[in-house]
């Protein structure tokens, strides 16, 4: 079975700092990992995704992932947090077995401190 | 291109009644999925249908059934609503490979009386 934790349901950072999202999974079979972002009374829209080619996945608006097997872990950063990047960030996993629902983590509010 | 739609954005129910909710996927796509983003449990996997047929379906109870239609438009059908059926529901579609992304639309807002 898969699932993901993430860690921290709200986040807080300036503008221009560094974003960390946490993201751990769980799955017995090699992962499909997912970070997607959530605006306001909006649905989600996907940010990136590994599918076990590179390693460090870039995705849209400046954001990245690194898949660690060793650690289990897909933490999505930022080099520097926009007011635009305020929004709900929720990461998914599926996997290989032809299963393609994604089961998601409980997400993570993003706050931007001007 | 267009995305994927959802209809109708809001629907108000009272207890034991029945909903029927609607998704539009993106053409080409032959996959759709459902998922339950109810306050404080996060997005849930309902069910998913691929060519017409259900493939998949998470810890629901059979109240909540569905069907896809030759177009692969579907719908959700939530019976004898309860007041814990409150919740947004999101529909994606993808193209039904693995790993490939799921498109979400706007959602479903559901308000159980």
């Known amino acids: 079975a898969q699932s993901v934790t993430q860690l921290g349901s709200h986040v807080s950072v300036s503008e221009g700092a560094l974003v960390l999202l946490r993201c751990n999974y769980s799955?017995?079979?090699?992962?499909?990992l997912f970070w997607y972002v959530q605006y306001p009374n909006q649905g989600l829209q996907l940010l990136l995704k590994?599918?076990?080619?590179?390693?460090l996945v870039k995705g849209i608006n400046g954001f990245e992932a690194e898949f660690k097997k060793s650690e289990t872990s897909f933490h999505l950063t930022k080099p520097s947090a926009h007011m635009s990047d305020a929004a709900e960030y929720f990461c998914?996993?599926?996997?290989?077995?032809?299963?393609?629902?994604?089961?998601f983590g409980t997400g993570t509010r993003l706050t931007v401190i001007p | 291109e267009a995305g994927v739609t959802q209809s109708p954005t809001h629907l108000i129910k009272t207890r034991g009644q029945q909903a029927t909710l609607r998704c539009s996927p993106i053409?080409?796509?032959?996959?759709v999925y459902w998922y339950q983003q109810a306050l404080g449990l996060g997005l849930q996997f309902l069910l998913w249908?691929?060519?017409?047929?259900?493939?998949n379906r998470g810890n629901f109870p059979p109240r909540f059934s569905g069907r896809q239609f030759p177009n692969y438009s579907s719908e959700l059908n939530v019976n004898a609503l309860e007041l814990e059926d409150s919740a947004l529901y999101l529909c994606?579609?993808?193209?039904?490979?693995?790993?490939?992304?799921?498109?979400f639309g706007p959602g479903t807002r559901l308000t159980v009386l």
């Open positions: 799955s017995s079979v090699p992962p499909y």
């Open positions: 590994y599918t076990s080619a590179a390693t």
């Open positions: 053409s080409g796509h032959t996959s």
């Open positions: 994606a579609s993808s193209t039904g490979l693995a790993g490939v992304e799921q498109f």
């Open positions: 249908y691929d060519e017409g047929e259900e493939r």
């Open positions: 998914a996993v599926s996997d290989q077995t032809g299963a393609n629902n994604l089961f």
